[in-house]
């Protein structure tokens, strides 16, 4: 993880600062403070907004503009607010993101934002100011730890050599903002966690270390860490995914991570934990059914669901949210090799339930199968969540922009609902249906990992395999994020590559429904 930018909060704008960031309207008038700054630059930025085409002051428009001496910075950044009757957090952080991306782009240092905020708008100005901040945070990410002399890049090759090291946003609500800043940025850290495991190449990253950076990552933040290896795993019977893991010569691993924020009293109300469970395949190759060449690489993502349980757990544990939650990820390499599980062979799940595996490559749900069953079995949960990059058919579904989200529960649906629109990490309601669980019957064994449908309905019938794995109707929810937790295109909050779809989503559910 490289250093932040260091984003903080004052009452009077940073004079040192090179370059100052302000706001137009819809109608490309400019805020209070920006119009001073306009008036000291002699009308130089009201004139370039007049006679430059682009900037219309919609939301996320961005025009910069020099300065002459005198005036306090070198560059303005104008930002475009659109109709500020609409700004939410939402939108907010958006803007925050653009501002960013924005600032590297124009070799900003040193920022001031001039943050003004109108009665039209419908949020106070501290949170108005830690929401854009927010998004300063979430767009500040660069998976770079393998470029050479990253800090000394030669002049001339067209890359900025100016590095951006200080935001501050000015605002009359300075410390209160910085407050309601705080949770975000803990959520942030979350979220950017999350991106640097799925950004990870799994020859660095695969079930031991992956379960050794957790450990050393979540326990000094007070999360209680159980680790079972493959010895331990395999007296429990976790049959389904020591098949998954037997090709490789890294053997793999569960991880459960408690985080129990709740006070004596409230432990007593004799509900369960609220139970998280992740994919976490550090790299899929098919296995014996092996993936075409093409793209491959891209499958060191296939432990994108793991990825955001454990950045939820993060955020929770760092503001400490008064609720108890388990998180499990269930760690695997998928590798074809002469240990590996076949086409063809039966395993016998931690359930009982014995399976025929039809493809090898249908292993996340297989991984999937034994975690949910010793969750369910040890902690008795409230309620499931689990995410997984589970299948290519949800992205021919939904493509990159939604999550594909089964649910038996209407209540955890609206919940989960509700945290999408809060949060912009989309939801699609998809159909669980008896006919995709009885699809996943087998002929010779209680299941098989494959329907009959050859590519039709495939995510559909991975969330019915699945269901086969729920006990007693418990609240649960399955996040197919194959197209959503790798990104090949920067959107304002996530630049592209691993997104760390799910964390911010998870966190609003958690703390909004559930914490006390
Ligand atoms: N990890 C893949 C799904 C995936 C595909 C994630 C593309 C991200 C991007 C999963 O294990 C898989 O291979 N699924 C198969 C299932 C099929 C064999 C039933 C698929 O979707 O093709
Ligand atoms: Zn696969
Ligand atoms: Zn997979």
């Given amino acids: 993880m490289s250093t932040p930018v260091s984003i903080s909060f004052v009452k009077t704008p940073k004079t040192k600062s090179d370059t100052a960031v302000i706001f137009a ?7 209070p403070s920006g119009a001073t700054l306009d008036k000291k630059a002699n009308g130089i930025i009201s004139a370039a907004l007049e006679t430059r085409d682009g900037f219309k002051g919609r939301h996320g428009d961005v025009i910069a503009v020099f300065l002459p001496k005198g005036a306090g910075y070198k560059q303005a950044l104008v930002v475009g607010l659109g109709d500020s009757s609409k700004l939410d957090v939402l939108t907010l952080e958006n803007l ?4 960013f991306a924005a600032l590297k782009s124009i070799s900003a240092v040193q920022a001031c934002v001039l943050f003004d905020v109108d009665k039209k708008w419908r949020l106070k100005e501290a949170e108005a100011a830690a929401a ?45 903002s910085a407050k309601t800043y705080a949770a975000y940025d803990a959520v942030a850290e979350g979220v950017i966690f999350a991106r640097d495991l799925v950004n990870e190449v799994a020859n660095v990253l ?11 990552e979540l326990k000094p933040l007070g999360v209680q860490i159980e680790i ?12 389904a995914h020591l098949a998954v893991g037997m090709g490789s010569i890294r053997p793999p691993r569960v991880v459960i991570m408690r985080w129990n924020g709740m006070s ?17 395949v550090t790299f899929d190759t098919g296995g014996i059914s092996i993936k075409p060449a093409a793209g491959m690489e891209e499958m060191k993502m296939d432990m994108g669901g793991s990825a955001a349980v454990v950045g939820l757990i993060r955020a929770l544990a760092r503001t400490k949210a008064k609720v108890d939650v388990v998180g499990i990820v269930g760690l695997a390499e998928n590798m074809p090799s002469d240990r590996s599980y ?12 014995t399976i025929e595996v039809l493809n090898t490559d249908a292993e996340g749900r297989l991984v999937l199968a034994d975690a949910l069953t010793y969750v369910q079995s040890i902690y008795k949960p409230r309620m499931i969540v689990d995410l997984a990059t589970l299948t290519g058919a949800i992205m021919v579904a939904l493509g990159f922009e939604y999550a594909g989200t089964f649910v038996n529960d209407d209540t955890l649906w609206k919940q989960l609902e509700r945290a999408s629109e809060d949060t912009g990490e989309k939801l699609w309601r998809m159909p669980l249906d008896a006919a995709y669980r009885d699809e996943m019957k087998g002929s010779v064994s209680d299941l098989k990992n494959l329907g009959n449908q050859g590519r039709y309905g495939g995510a559909c019938s991975a969330a019915g395999f ?27 909050t996530v630049p592209r590559g691993g997104s760390g779809f799910g964390v911010r989503l998870l966190y609003r559910l958690v703390v909004d429904n559930y914490a006390q």
């Fill in 466 to 492: 699945l269901e086969h794995f729920i006990e007693n109707d418990t609240p649960w929810a399955h996040i197919d994020i194959a197209g959503t937790a790798w990104w090949k295109t920067d959107k304002p």
């Fill in 206 to 216: 695969y079930p031991e270390s992956y379960a050794n950076i957790l450990a050393k």
């Fill in 228 to 239: 079972l290896d493959e010895k331990k795993m395999a007296k429990l019977g976790f049959g």
């Fill in 342 to 353: 076949r086409p063809g062979d039966i395993i016998t799940s931690l359930s009982g339930k």
């Fill in 96 to 99: 925050g993101g653009k501002t």
């Fill in 25 to 31: 309207d819809d109608k490309s008038r400019l805020l």
């Fill in 264 to 280: 004596g009293a409230s432990k007593k109300n004799g509900k369960g934990p609220l139970a998280f469970v992740g994919k976490g």
């Fill in 132 to 176: 854009y901040a927010s998004g300063l945070r979430l767009r500040d990410y660069n998976f770079d730890k393998y470029k050479q002399g990253n800090k000394k890049k030669k002049s001339g090759d067209g890359v900025n050599t100016a590095s951006l090291k200080e935001i501050s946003i000015a605002c009359t609500a300075g410390s209160e």
